[in-house]
């Protein structure tokens, strides 16, 4: 079933656009990859869907229904998280309270959810009262992603999450997205790791100067030499 | 000497009840409010204008708790003047500062937009009051005890510290324990993720001025009970606000409890040595020595 | 009112105007053009003025010193109070810049609103300075003895007049030359790659520092033309509010702007004078406080509907920019 759908966006700032007539397609319970050159407009893209960014043409639906422009606080409770590339804990508080506004707009009893996403990420169950300025740059990510997760969102929108971790780390991390996605989040990964993230890809579109320029499955973008040659470092 | 240490502590928790409230809407909303002190006058006439008008006029008894200065009719003006400086403060929010945000003004704006702000109430206080010395209760006599160390203290000075710290602790509990305080401190900390984790950070805008209002007016009143009132009073806090602010790191409401016992002590024990009207040179070069040595205040990253 | 007498009129207005035109000048060097957000200027105000009274005056002798204290009495010339008030301002000016510059654009707001309190507050409490409260009087006027003393306004209004005009030219050249662009450029956040901190620091320090002597020559301006200051004169309301105003009524970044709105301002603050005439006398007293509110207000209005101002900003600063 579809789920989200970016038809033919076109979104700039005063003067020049950064996407033009852009169309990504999200399926239920589908990682959808989408990987391209720097300035290709692969945040943008994400921006826009959040309603960050206010796109000048093009619908964006979730389950058919309009999304297009609406506020960010709107966006989110209908059931769209997205994690920031940067910036993306509030550092001065702790763990725990991180996750708690991620719940902010729930007004049911959420403490199971919390305990779903510590055992996802049992590090952060550990030390659930430090503040998250204190984490490693892995840990932060983590709870930049369960902070996003607690709404129990349809689509999760991933900013480059292995930006700016460790070599180390940032098998871990994909394999925590495996799990959170095995949970039944679908979602929107932009990464510049585009090998990493085309594995675990069911479909990935490719991007390139704010135009769509190919999308298939994962696999089928893998052993595209094209792709390989430009954005797979060979 | 240990005796304007203690005047010291008692005027930096008057000083400090605003400079929390300052704090937080530098924190929270991202600007110099420079009608804070103004805030802290329009509370203490708001509560004179209870104490002396609505309550005499309605027949509350004007009487005084024992050895203290103030009776039943001031137990109801503080709650009613801090409500009604924090619908002050939001209402100068809904009709100026939204509408400088909504068209992306520059924080110069806003703090020249709050400059005009502490104009305009200043005048209006003066218009409606005049600008002389005036009283909760003219013609009181204030005995002082006198407690060990040869410290004479009066015992309205010891409720007003209890207040304070009451003040305080109130708002310590509803910042790290409530849902709204914990959304407050999360906007302060990072306001586009508050946004995007789906906190209306308008409403928290609210609130900060609400309780930033709430608290000046508390301390404009307390000052009021302990020294006197005065239009320009606010004004005359204004520096001592701002470095109690800095000191204490802006946006750090525990910070700027310090940093305002750290500026009262210093202005009461400063009369030891300097006339008394300069108690306000001696907040501001405080303010400038920390801004040399160390701007980002006690608490804040280096 | 004769026709004298409205001509006399007009002329205190056209030097009173004329001097707070000097100010927007200098503000506008450094909040139209630069962006640094000096809301202290009654204390350059006030130290311009006393700065250029102690260097015209003499030092009290005689029966005099007993009732008139002050620590410097030059006796010079005119010309010699305004370069002075100009120096000592500009020196002020860079002092408070070091602490503030570098850190936010608040920050020098409220380090030059406290020395601006503070000065009063030395003026008024330190007698051996300036004779604290009371003041100077008895300031020499330029060209005294040139014409009938009842006409003499006219003197001090050219003299005024040509003041600022030699200002607003300066100004104009100094903001047109390469000095100038890169000040808008500091200003805009628009820094080249080439510029260091310690470069956009010095920058900023020029232009605070040229303003404030700007301002400086204003108070002076003023100390001549009232004859007599003291501390009160200096308060945040006449020194530094009204100021801004009529910068940002006129339109900063512009100097035709700064000087437009000085005058339209004053124009209002002495319309409003005549509006609060016809208050009951009970509000008689309070009306300047009325007069201010309706100022502030007026700010509020321009800052929300017309924050540009009435001629908005000159977008042309160099020949080489079309």
Not at chain 2, 129 to 138: A, M, Q
Not at chain 3, 84 to 94: D, L, N
Not at chain 3, 252 to 269: R, T
């Amino acid at each position: 079933m579809i789920l989200l759908k970016i038809e033919d966006v076109t979104v700039g700032y005063t003067e020049i656009d950064i996407l033009h007539n852009v169309t990504v397609t999200v399926r239920s319970g589908e990682i959808v990859s989408v990987i391209g050159p720097n300035g290709a407009g692969k945040s943008t893209l994400l921006k826009t869907v959040f309603g960050i960014l206010k796109p000048r043409n093009g619908n964006i639906t979730l389950k058919e229904k309009h999304i297009t422009g609406l506020r960010p606080d709107r966006i989110v409770r209908k059931g769209i998280s997205y994690v920031p590339q940067v910036e993306n804990v509030f550092s001065s508080m702790t763990i725990q309270e991180n996750l708690e506004m991620g719940a902010f707009i729930r007004r049911d009893d959420y403490s199971q959810r919390l305990e779903e996403v510590f055992d996802l990420f049992p590090v952060l169950r550990e030390r659930k009262k430090q503040k998250a300025g204190h984490l490693s740059g892995g840990q932060r990510q983590m709870v930049a992603m369960g902070r996003a997760l607690m709404l129990d969102p349809q689509v999760l929108l991933l900013d480059e999450p292995s930006a700016g971790l460790a070599p180390v780390l940032v098998s871990g991390i994909f394999e925590k997205i495996r799990e959170v996605n095995a949970t039944g989040v679908a979602m929107i990964i932009v990464e510049q790791n585009a090998k990493e993230a085309l594995k675990m890809a069911h479909h990935g579109y490719v991007l390139a100067m704010g135009r769509n320029v190919l999308d298939d499955t994962g696999e089928a973008l893998l052993a595209n030499d094209e792709v390989g040659r430009l954005y797979l470092g060979g | 000497m240990a005796e304007l240490i203690v005047y010291g502590i008692v005027l930096g928790g008057i000083i400090a009840l605003g400079a929390i409230g300052l704090s937080l809407v530098y924190g929270i909303i991202g600007f110099a409010n420079f009608a804070h002190g103004e805030f802290m006058t329009a509370g203490a006439y708001l509560a004179l204008f209870m104490v002396t008008g609505v309550f005499s006029w309605i027949g509350i008894p004007d009487n005084t708790f024992g050895i203290l200065s103030f009776g039943w009719r001031m137990v109801f003006a503080f709650p009613f003047s801090m409500a009604g400086v924090a619908f002050l403060a939001i209402f100068f929010d809904r009709v100026l500062y939204r509408k400088l945000r909504a068209k992306n003004s520059g924080p110069v704006m806003f703090a020249m937009s709050s400059l005009g702000t502490s104009f305009i109430i200043r005048m209006i206080i003066i218009i409606v009051w005049g600008s002389d010395y005036l009283f909760y209760r003219p013609g009181l006599m204030r005995p002082a005890l006198e407690v060990p160390l040869g410290i004479k203290i009066r015992p309205d000075q010891i409720v007003i510290l209890f207040i304070v710290f009451l003040l305080v602790g109130l708002l310590h509990v509803f910042l790290q324990d409530t849902k709204m305080g914990k959304a407050m401190r999360a906007t302060a900390d990072n306001m586009e993720l508050a946004l995007i984790s789906g906190i209306n950070t308008e409403r928290i805008i609210i609130w900060t001025w609400g309780i930033g209002g709430a608290l000046a007016a508390a301390g404009g009143i307390l000052y009021g009970i302990d020294v006197q009132l005065h239009a320009r009073m606010g004004w005359h806090f204004l520096i001592p606000l701002f470095a109690a602010t800095i000191l204490g790191s802006i946006g750090n409401i525990y910070g700027a409890l310090v940093g305002g016992f750290a500026i009262g002590i210093a202005q009461q024990v400063s009369t030891a040595f300097l006339l008394p009207t300069y108690k306000l040179a001696v907040a501001f070069v405080i303010m400038i020595l920390i801004l040399l040595i160390r701007p980002q205040g006690i608490f804040g990253k280096g | 009112m004769e026709i004298g007498g409205i001509i006399a009129y007009l002329v205190s207005f056209a030097i009173m105007a004329g001097i707070y035109a000097v100010f927007c000048l200098g503000l506008n060097i450094q909040w139209g053009y630069t962006g640094l957000f000096n809301i202290g200027i009654a204390g350059f105000f006030c130290v311009g003025a006393y700065t250029s009274a102690m260097i015209t005056t003499p030092k009290p002798t005689g029966i005099y010193a007993h009732y008139v204290h002050q620590i410097l009495g030059l006796n010079l010339p005119f010309v010699f109070g305004l370069v002075g008030a100009a120096i000592v301002c500009g020196i002020i000016a860079f002092l408070i810049g070091i602490p503030t510059l570098r850190l936010g654009e608040d920050y020098l707001a409220i380090a030059t609103l406290g020395i601006a309190e503070t000065f009063r507050l030395i003026f008024n409490n330190e007698y051996w300075l300036a004779n604290g409260p009371r003041g100077l009087i008895g300031l020499p006027q330029p060209l005294q003895g040139l014409v009938d003393p009842k006409s003499y306004n006219y003197v001090y209004l050219i003299i005024v007049v040509i003041v600022m005009v030699v200002v607003y030219l300066l100004i104009e050249r100094a903001i047109r030359s390469p000095w100038g662009r890169v000040l808008r450029a500091v200003r805009e956040d628009e820094i080249s790659a080439s510029m260091s901190g310690k470069d956009i620091f010095n920058f900023k320090m020029q232009a605070l520092v040229f303003g404030s002597m700007v301002m400086g020559v204003g108070g002076a301006l003023y100390a001549h033309y009232t004859i007599a200051i003291s501390p009160e004169a200096f308060t945040p309301l006449y020194g530094t509010f009204i100021i801004w105003v009529m910068l940002m009524a006129g339109g900063s970044g512009n100097n035709k702007g700064a000087i437009l709105g000085a005058y339209a301002i004053w124009a209002v603050w002495i319309g409003t004078k005549f509006m609060t005439d016809f208050l009951p006398y009970t509000l008689k007293a309070r009306a300047p406080f009325i007069r201010f509110l309706l100022i502030g207000i007026l700010l509020e209005l321009i800052l929300i509907y017309r924050p540009q101002g009435l001629l908005g900003e000159e977008k042309k600063v160099s020949k080489l920019i079309e």
